[in-house]
């Protein structure tokens, strides 16, 4: 029986109660924890073992402990913790509750101070797919004290990948819709646009998709507004609705929306609907996303500690309205709140040292604006090669109606520092796809101090033939900031592979002639005239 030990985890996190932090190790006054996302991989029989650390940050010995939960999703994506003390039926869940044991599950903890918690995951022999449990990691409020006492907890997931033979990836689109959200006291009326999102199956996949919104008028269909849908985690058998603000009010009318959707960074065959939208009754103009051409795509500043740069980005209005422009410098959403061992995502943000002259200006259809901006790099020495931030120009109406929001790079050189581009596989499963077809499901991370620019593939292996069979994987292949994660995927057809034993390896090239791989050990047979993969090992077997 094979015993794996695994210290550290991707920077992920859901925290419950009082504090909602997103990083890898994660703290508030009391303790900290880490890895705050346990993600293993397991053949069935299998016993593993991870470590959980627990830090007490406080002057004063305290006591922490871990209540284990079952743990299942809300229709946002965002995971739900299942009271024990509640009559919900969990006979459903891809539960790996009972299979988690503890060395110990309370500890008092002197001040400043370690406790090294260790859990046991064993895996039943029959197990296949993918299975889901939940820790609360929480202080202990003294009983004996007096007055309010403060309780943090933290969620931790559990997710447990049963290697063998890989089940059927069956999430799919179930529809795309438009609502209209009357206005509130505190907020006012908007339209929502949202995708249904159902896994029929047994595999946790990642989703995220996109809606394109437009309308009929003067016997043609015009494009009002689209908006991008944030990546979540859809475990097996959840229903999703993924919904986001377009931020207008629109008039009653015929619309089409078509909604995209992305599974493990795969894009699927859209969906179109037409619908008669009943909208605010109170509008009667159409706010449309105005088409905002930015030149360069991207502006790239070399700098030296002290110095002042400065860049000019032309911004057209394509468009025949009118519309407002505020601009201004965000640190990029790949670095927010990220980390990697001592580095934060924020120590390689520059937005800061950006300003955007004018910030806030009107332009005419078909006009041109001029935009400066100035970066002033601080005197400090720069310890990083290259720093980021992101431009942003949120459009708008004469009445505050969204007419779109687009954004620019900008990168900061140092010449001092070298740059060291790297990257790192963190994953590699599969999935049936269909009869001897075979979705391979790829995830890499930047792990480097520069951006890169990702080529994936993959291919299958012999020691003696070399490649037997190549696939493509696809997935954004935009430049990737440091920390950023991404994944990608593709189907390799086994019809033609001879039954054996094979190495599916997935590759990224990162940099010119630098690339990372990852490779797994697996067995292709013969079934009823299918071949049939399975996976028969790691990938340090």
């Excluded at 029989?45 to 650390?53: A, C, K, M």
């Excluded at 006291?185 to 809606?211: A, D, F, H, K, M």
């Excluded at 002033?376 to 980021?388: G, K, Q, S």
């Excluded at 900031?481 to 054996?500: C, H, K, Q, S």
Aim: glycine share 8%; proline share 6%; charged share 25%.
């Amino acid at each position: 029986m094979r015993v794996c030990c695994v210290r550290g985890a991707m920077p992920s996190l859901m925290a419950i109660g009082f504090l909602l932090i997103t990083y890898s190790e994660c703290h508030a006054q009391g303790f900290m924890v880490k890895p705050m996302r346990i993600e293993l991989t397991a053949r069935p029989g299998e016993l593993l073992e991870t470590v959980i650390e627990l830090r007490n940050t406080t002057s004063q010995k305290q006591s922490l402990e871990f209540l284990p939960v079952e743990l299942t999703q809300s229709q946002n994506g965002s995971w739900q913790i299942i009271d024990p003390a509640s009559d919900v039926d969990t006979s459903g869940l891809s539960s790996c509750l009972d299979w988690l044991s503890f060395d110990a599950r309370s500890m008092e903890v002197d001040a400043q101070n370690v406790w090294l918690a260790t859990m046991q995951v064993q895996v039943p022999m029959r197990a296949t797919g993918v299975y889901f449990a939940g820790l609360i990691a929480q202080s202990v409020p003294d009983p004996k004290a007096t007055g309010i006492q403060l309780k943090i907890r933290f969620l931790i997931p559990v997710i447990v990948h049963i290697q063998g033979r890989p089940e059927r990836q069956r999430v799919e689109l179930a529809g795309v819709n438009m609502t209209y959200r009357e206005a509130t006291q505190t907020e006012p009326g908007t339209t929502l646009v949202g995708l249904n999102i159902n896994n029929e199956g047994r595999t946790y996949s990642r989703v995220r998709g996109s809606v394109q919104v437009m309308t009929f008028s003067r016997e043609r269909w015009w494009p009002v507004a689209q908006t991008d849908i944030d990546e979540r985690g859809i475990i097996p058998g959840s229903k999703l609705y993924l919904a986001t603000d377009i931020q207008r009010r629109l008039p009653s009318g015929k619309y089409r929306l078509t909604g995209t959707l992305y599974i493990d960074g795969r894009r699927m065959r859209p969906m179109e609907l037409e619908i008669d939208f009943e909208g605010d009754p109170d509008v009667d103009t159409l706010a449309i996303d105005t088409a905002l051409m930015l030149e360069p795509q991207e502006i790239a500043i070399q700098g030296t500690p002290g110095a002042t740069r400065a860049s000019v980005l032309t911004v057209k209005n394509a468009s025949d309205e009118a519309v407002t422009i505020q601009a201004f410098a965000d640190a990029p959403a790949a670095l927010k709140g990220m980390a990697m061992g001592e580095l934060r995502g924020d120590d390689l943000s520059c937005h800061e040292w950006l300003r955007v002259i004018p910030e806030k200006f009107t332009l005419r259809a078909g006009a041109t604006q001029n935009v400066r901006i100035m970066a002033r790099i601080p005197r400090e020495e720069l310890v990083h090669a290259n720093y980021y931030g992101q431009l942003i120009l949120k459009a708008a109406y004469p009445d505050g109606q969204s007419a779109g929001e687009t954004g620019v790079l900008v990168s900061i050189d140092n010449t001092t520092v070298a740059a060291e581009p790297a990257a790192q596989a963190v994953h590699l499963r599969l999935a049936e796809e269909d009869d001897s077809k075979y979705v391979i499901l790829s995830r890499f991370s930047n792990i480097g101090n520069t951006i890169i620019t990702p080529k994936p593939s993959a291919s299958l292996v012999t020691a003696r033939e070399g490649d037997v069979s190549r696939a493509a994987l696809t997935g954004d292949d935009s430049p990737m900031l440091p920390f950023a994660i991404r994944d990608f995927a593709g189907v390799m057809d086994f019809t033609n592979i001879e039954p054996g034993t094979y190495g599916l390896r997935a590759s990224l090239e990162y940099a010119p002639g630098k690339v990372e791989a990852k490779q797994i050990p697996i067995e292709v047979t013969e079934e009823d005239g299918r071949k049939i993969v399975s996976v028969i090992g790691s990938e340090e077997e």
